[in-house]
């Protein structure tokens, strides 16, 4: 069976510093990736997805990056955090079926909190 | 256009009685309309989907009904239980790309 994992579960970090989520995902092959944040009263907002290795889409222009060095591998960073960038950050795949609408399966999230 | 508008923010229900959270959506290329549920420290799961060329679907207590016209759908939880109690999300999506637009999200609270 499929299985994502996202690491760290909570991270506190002060202003300016640099940020490295990961997320890595096991049972399947090329799947789309995905990093949202979800911020209370905003909902869950797409930041990144990729398609394949070394394929990114950006949907929110920020300080944020995210890079896929691996096929079941996804990480998010920032050379330098904002206050604005707390919040919970979720890692989701699909299966790559653009037709049928494949589900997302979501990690259990980061909870980022920039002091 | 591409925005999904989701209400109530909150809502509580007593144990046995039905839960209602509604989503309106402006963009008519939307083509699918799934829920996700998620559960305090975990991330959203898929609850139930449907297309628009029907106008309800039921899974167990869980219902959605979808107005073409009215560019609106909505969720319906018969007999809610506490272990519903949970923040659920409405999304929409279209053909030809991967992304969804989710709505603000609905934290339901269902009192024993």
Same mark, same amino acid.
């Given at each position: 069976?499929?299985? @994502? ?47 394949? @290795? #070394? ?18 591998? /996804? ?30 399966? /979501?990690?259990? #999230? ?6 | ?13 007593? +144990? ?25 420290? +975990? ?13 309800? +679907? +039921? ?54």
């Amino acid at each position: 069976s499929q299985t @994502i994992h996202q690491w760290p579960a909570t991270l506190v970090q002060p202003v300016g510093s640099p940020l490295s989520l990961e997320c890595t995902v096991e049972g399947t092959s090329n799947p789309n990736l995905y990093w949202y944040r979800q911020a209370a009263g905003r909902g869950l907002q797409l930041l990144f997805y990729s398609v394949g @290795i #070394g394929q990114i889409s950006s949907e929110v222009p920020q300080n944020l990056s995210a890079s896929r060095p691996q096929d079941r591998q /996804f990480i998010l960073s920032s050379k330098k955090l904002l206050l604005s960038d707390s919040g919970f950050y979720l890692c989701a795949w699909s299966v790559p079926d653009r037709g049928n609408h494949p589900p997302l399966h /979501f990690g259990n #999230g980061t909870r980022l909190t920039v002091t | 256009q591409q925005q999904v508008k989701q209400s109530p923010q909150s809502l509580i229900v007593q +144990k046995g009685g039905i839960s209602i959270i509604n989503c309106a959506y402006e963009n008519t290329a939307f083509d699918y309309f799934p829920w996700y549920q998620q559960f305090p420290g +975990k991330g959203p799961a898929l609850l139930i989907a449907i297309r628009p060329d029907v106008s309800e +679907k +039921k899974e167990g207590r869980f219902t959605i009904s979808f107005n073409k016209s009215a560019k609106q759908f909505s969720l319906h939880i018969m007999d809610s239980q506490p272990g519903d109690s949970a923040t659920y999300f409405c999304a929409a999506g279209y053909s030809g790309t991967y992304k969804y637009i989710f709505g603000t999200g609905t934290r339901l609270k269902v009192l024993a």
